[in-house]
């Protein structure tokens, strides 16, 4: 059974950086396709950040592009989010996922493609 465990969540102050950690659990290797998706109260999960391990390539979402960084450990299947240049917006709840892809275009952060999901780590960004 696949299980995803989101940590590193907690409250600072507008400019401030966090840094989220996921651990996968269930089988041997995390599939080739990992994001970080981040929901709001009061609307819809939206991913913004995704690897795609064969060719290591990123995707960002605008909002957190250049502020951002994803990354992953294979060797301890654990997938990581540095959050830098924090803002008010980006207070939500964090969740990590992962997925199998044959390409890396298939590799985009969007929440219908990804079926296994952590309790989430929130974020709170004051101003």
């Known amino acids: 059974q696949v299980r995803l465990v989101e940590s590193g969540g907690g409250s600072v102050q507008a400019g401030g950086s966090l840094r989220l950690s996921c651990v996968v659990s269930g089988y041997t290797y995390m599939r080739n396709c990992v994001a970080w998706f981040r929901q709001a109260p009061g609307k819809e999960r939206e991913g913004i950040a995704t690897?795609?391990?064969?060719?290591?390539?990123?995707y960002y979402a605008d909002s957190v592009k250049d502020r951002f960084t994803i990354s992953q450990d294979n060797s301890k299947r654990t997938l990581y989010l540095q959050m830098d240049s924090l803002k008010p917006e980006d207070t939500a709840m964090y969740y990590c996922s992962d997925r199998a892809v044959g390409l890396a275009s298939q590799c985009r952060g969007e929440v219908a493609d990804f079926r296994d999901w952590g309790q989430g780590a929130q974020v709170t960004v004051s101003s």
């Open positions: 690897i795609y391990a064969g060719l290591r390539t990123t």
